[in-house]
Structures are given as C-alpha cells and as structure tokens.
C-alpha cells in the first residue's frame, strides 16, 4: 500500500512515546509492546489515515494527548536529570577489561 512509509513513520512515533513512559514512570526500558500491538499495527496499516494517505485529526489528538502525557512523566520521573558518566565510564572499562580477557 502507498500508505506504508508514513503508516510505519506514525506507528513508530507512537511506539517510541510508549517507550519513554516506561522509562520514566517505571525506569525500564520495554520493546515488545504487546499490549499495544494492535493498535500500533493498526496506525501503521493506515487506519489513522485519509483517502489521500493524510494523518486524520484524530491521529494529531492522539499525538498532543501522549506528549502532554509525557511532560507530566518527566516532571514526576525521578531520574536524574544527568546520567552518572562516572558510573557509565567504569562499566564500560569492566566490559572492554573482560572482553580483552576472553571473559565475553
């Protein structure tokens, strides 16, 4: 279907917000998303779409209604606000250490 490219570009918009609320509400990090599945393989096989492959209204409310959803993840989120390079750093060093060592 001709619809395909800005179906998929759509589904994965909404799969990507999804994802960040289970970042920031739940601190984890979620790629199969079957609870949602459905629905998103419904946007992405156009059913937000017009009869010229336009993105309906309903499409952009849904979008306005997960981005004020995620403002309020980030204000309430209690992840800080920079990550811990330091942290990150040293487990990047033990990683290359063990993978030098034949360990991974």
């Not at 589904?11 to 917000?17: D, E, T």
């Not at 459905?38 to 336009?54: A, T, V």
């Not at 209690?78 to 033990?94: H, Q």
Request: proline share 4%; glycine share 4%; hydrophobic share 35%.
């Amino acid at each position: 279907a001709s619809h395909g490219k800005l179906g998929k570009h759509m589904m994965h918009l909404v799969r990507l917000y999804l994802m960040c609320f289970d970042i920031l509400e739940k601190g984890e990090i979620n790629t199969y998303r079957e609870k949602e599945h459905d629905w998103l393989m419904d946007i992405r096989n156009g059913k937000y779409l017009d009869e010229n492959d336009q993105p309906v209204p309903e499409f952009f409310k849904i979008v306005d209604d997960l981005e004020a959803r995620m403002q309020l993840s980030l204000e309430r989120s209690s992840l800080p606000d920079k990550p811990n390079y330091k942290k990150i750093n040293e487990f990047v060093m033990s990683v290359n250490e063990r993978i030098v060592r034949g360990e991974i």
